[in-house]
């Protein structure tokens, strides 16, 4: 093969690789939908947080056979998980009383958290471009969720949503200190199991109608939270993150944001005024800005930067 054939080769697999992610970050922003929806069916958050997680858990169990030498780093996906899937719950009611787009920028406050608890827990001390980053994005959630942009009543959801950035922020920093020896879809079936865990116990104090659907319409949403916003999404940043690396992954994978805008404006007539489209474009070049090993978007990444 020449050396031009290579190129064009290698080319083409890193634009097929960044459409995947996009196509990936539009699968997770596609949660508020599902989430909102199925609230309006009468299933608890925790319920829904639940049935996200279950598909991918179940689906990937057996591979965490294979990796049982490996205990300890299993152990940690499980802890990891646990913190993200009750950290969604707060995500959940979030989303069911305040705008969509006020929490999508919340939640992509996780590069801030990352970088705190890798500086405090881990000692991994950040540096001045991830710093400036961490800056913008509290900036950005400042504007979001300022007093002309939400109620007060709305205030304390979106406090309590907080916990799903701070939890994904610990579970980033739990793949790159701790699961890099696990193959990549064992990360996601220890992580995934860590939330059906750690949910679990809430799902079985729930009344049983507030944990099932209550219509065929209730199930389809189901399926599609389960597979379309995690499992498949997931996937596909499995293979496709390590062709890109971890930098232009976060890039690509900012489109989440505008489609979580996008969701609130057409399913839920949510008007998106210039402060959020001002905080959106700043998490985006916030994003683009900070190094990209702390900014990996989905614990199904592969952390290619990492040093070896």
């Known amino acids: 093969m020449s050396h031009h054939s290579l190129h064009h080769s290698n080319a083409a697999s890193v634009g097929l690789a960044t459409l995947g992610i996009i196509?990936?970050?539009v699968g997770f922003g596609l949660v508020p939908y599902f989430a909102r929806s199925l609230t309006a069916e009468g299933m608890a958050p925790q319920s829904i947080a639940f049935f996200r997680y279950t598909i991918a858990a179940v689906t990937l169990l057996p591979l965490l056979w294979f990796s049982r030498a490996e205990w300890r780093a299993l152990c940690w996906g499980l802890v990891a998980g646990a913190a993200m899937g009750l950290g969604w719950i707060g995500y959940v009611r979030a989303v069911e009383i305040a705008p969509v787009s006020t929490v999508g920028v919340l939640y992509m406050t996780y590069p801030v958290f990352t970088l705190l608890i890798a500086w405090l827990v881990f000692g991994d001390r950040p540096g001045r471009r991830s710093v400036l980053a961490a800056m913008m994005i509290v900036l950005a959630a400042m504007l979001a969720s300022s007093p002309a942009a939400v109620s007060a009543a709305q205030l304390p959801a979106l406090?309590?949503?907080?916990?799903a950035p701070l939890g994904f922020g610990f579970g980033i920093n739990v793949l790159v200190h701790k699961l890099v020896v696990l193959p990549p879809l064992a990360r996601i079936g220890a992580v995934s199991l860590g939330s059906v865990a750690g949910l679990l116990p809430l799902v079985v104090a729930t009344p049983l109608e507030a944990v099932l659907p209550a219509s065929a319409s209730g199930?389809?949403?189901?399926?599609?939270?389960?597979?379309?916003?995690?499992?498949?999404?997931?996937?596909?940043?499995?293979?496709?993150?390590p062709m890109i690396g971890t930098a232009r992954t976060a890039v690509a994978g900012s489109i989440e944001l505008p489609t979580m805008f996008l969701i609130g404006w057409f399913a839920f007539a949510?008007?998106?005024?210039?402060?959020?489209?001002?905080?959106c474009a700043i998490v985006i070049v916030a994003i683009a800005l900070t190094p990209g090993r702390a900014t990996v978007r989905?614990?199904?990444?592969t952390v290619s930067d990492r040093p070896k």
Not at 298 to 301: E, F, G, I, P
């Open 298 to 301: 989905s614990m199904a990444a």
């Open 270 to 279: 949510e008007p998106v005024g210039a402060a959020q489209w001002l905080a």
């Open 159 to 163: 406090m309590l949503s907080l916990a």
């Open 23 to 25: 196509l990936a970050s």
């Open 219 to 241: 199930w389809w949403l189901v399926a599609g939270i389960a597979f379309g916003s995690a499992l498949i999404p997931q996937l596909i940043y499995t293979v496709c993150a």
